[in-house]
């Protein structure tokens, strides 16, 4: 499986970390950048790694820019991408049981490097538990579709 990795100048020392990371460990790595430190804006890279899983070109992906929300926030409006921000061991693996989260979002400036490293191999090392937790998936890709039926009015305000 390919995994397609990018962050913004405030997530590229990690993402460096987890591409050497994820090449030792002999997993093909699209790197979308960015590969130097100048300032870039997050949307222009998160949108290469949501619309490669988005598309089906790589399977799974990895994102970080300073605090992880931009680039969760872009990840996140992708269709079949399930973007995660974790911020340590339990959330890296819930994400995976219960969310199927096929995208791992990282803040660059919120997580030690070394717990970052352990997070992102315990996500790719643990499986999505199904159950009840797919009705929930299936739930969001009704949302995706625009399948959503509101006519009960379950989710407007009550003021
Ligand atoms: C860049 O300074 C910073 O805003 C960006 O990396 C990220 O944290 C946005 O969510």
């Known amino acids: 499986m390919k995994i397609a990795i990018a962050s913004d100048h405030a997530g590229r020392e990690l993402k460096e970390e987890i591409a050497a990371l994820l090449k030792e460990k002999g997993i093909e790595v699209i790197d979308y950048g960015v590969d130097n430190p ?40 992708f269709p079949n991408v399930r973007a995660a ?31 970052a490293l352990l997070m992102v191999e315990t996500w790719l090392k643990t499986e999505f538990e199904g159950g009840r937790h797919q009705r929930r998936l299936d739930k969001i890709r009704e949302l995706e579709k625009g399948l959503y039926n509101n006519k009960k009015d379950e989710h407007r305000c009550q003021n």
Do not use: Q, W
């Open 38 to 77: 100048e300032s870039v804006d997050y949307p222009d890279y998160g949108i290469k790694v949501a619309g490669a899983v988005s598309k089906g070109l790589a399977g799974m992906g990895i994102l970080s820019c300073g605090t992880g929300i931009g680039m969760s926030i872009v990840a996140n409006k």
């Open 85 to 115: 921000l974790c911020s340590d061991m339990f959330t890296a693996r819930m994400s995976r049981l219960h969310n199927d989260a096929n995208v791992l979002v990282l803040g660059g400036r919120t997580v030690e490097k070394a717990v």
